[in-house]
């Protein structure tokens, strides 16, 4: 079955820098990898998702980008504002059952 | 739409109890999931559903949990009895009829917490 490992664990940078959080997965037959943000307290939320078709997905400052031959995909927030601080959460599909396999979440803060 | 509701929003209860979850998905969702969330094992898929019926359960830890639903607008999800180690935030979630390649949009969660 697929595995999902996620780093860092946490992150912290300064309003206006980027962020970047990396993925892998083990199941080479996984086509689908979105990711959720979760704010504190909060319920998880859809940001963005890619699939194997694609290399790279923009939405406005955030972008998600694969490379299926190292089996890895990564989160680019761009010019981070304060209320991008969560916890965000990848995940790759397992194709034996089809359901999401999520990695352990990388805490993000944003300092003004 | 309301999205998806659960209730309660908390839940404090004995060892030894049963506790029931709820969770009304958003009309027209194909899909129902039933998620915990703790700090150790992260979000960990329990239960799904497709049109009401249960498709798979592997992820239910042991036979103290059990999961229905009855209809397409109402599920449940049962410890009995409940343990200390039960304790986390359960979500619901649904989607439309891409499963798990669609959007799964999830419930406020109920806090659990079992002493």
């Known amino acids: 079955g697929e595995n999902v490992e996620q780093h860092p664990s946490t992150l912290s940078v300064q309003e206006g820098d980027s962020a970047v959080i990396k993925c892998t997965y083990s199941?080479?037959?996984?086509?689908?990898f979105p990711w959720y943000k979760q704010e504190l307290g909060k319920r998880p939320q859809l940001i963005i998702d890619i699939r194997s078709n694609v290399g790279e997905k923009k939405d406005q400052r955030i972008a998600v980008t694969l490379n299926k031959t190292a089996k890895h995909f990564s989160l680019h927030i761009t010019e981070t504002q304060p209320e991008d601080s969560a916890v965000y959460f990848c995940?790759?599909?397992?194709?034996?059952?089809?359901?999401?396999?999520f990695g352990q979440g990388t805490e993000l803060s944003v300092k003004p | 739409d309301a999205g998806v509701i659960q209730s309660p929003r908390h839940e404090v209860t004995e060892m030894g109890q049963e506790v029931t979850l709820r969770c009304k998905p958003i009309s027209g969702h194909d899909y129902l999931f039933w998620y915990r969330q703790t700090m150790m094992r992260g979000l960990e898929l329990l239960i799904y559903?497709?049109?009401?019926?249960?498709?798979?359960d592997s992820g239910m830890p042991e036979d103290r949990f059990s999961a229905k639903m009855p209809n397409a607008s109402f599920s449940t999800l049962k410890i009995q009895p409940s343990e200390p180690r039960d304790s986390a935030v359960y979500f619901c979630a649904s989607s439309w009829a891409g499963g798990f390649t669609d959007t799964q949009y999830f419930g406020p969660g109920t806090r659990l917490t079992v002493l």
């Open positions: 995940a790759g599909q397992d194709n034996q059952g089809g359901k999401l396999i």
């Open positions: 199941d080479s037959a996984s086509n689908y």
């Open positions: 559903f497709n049109n009401n019926v249960p498709i798979d």
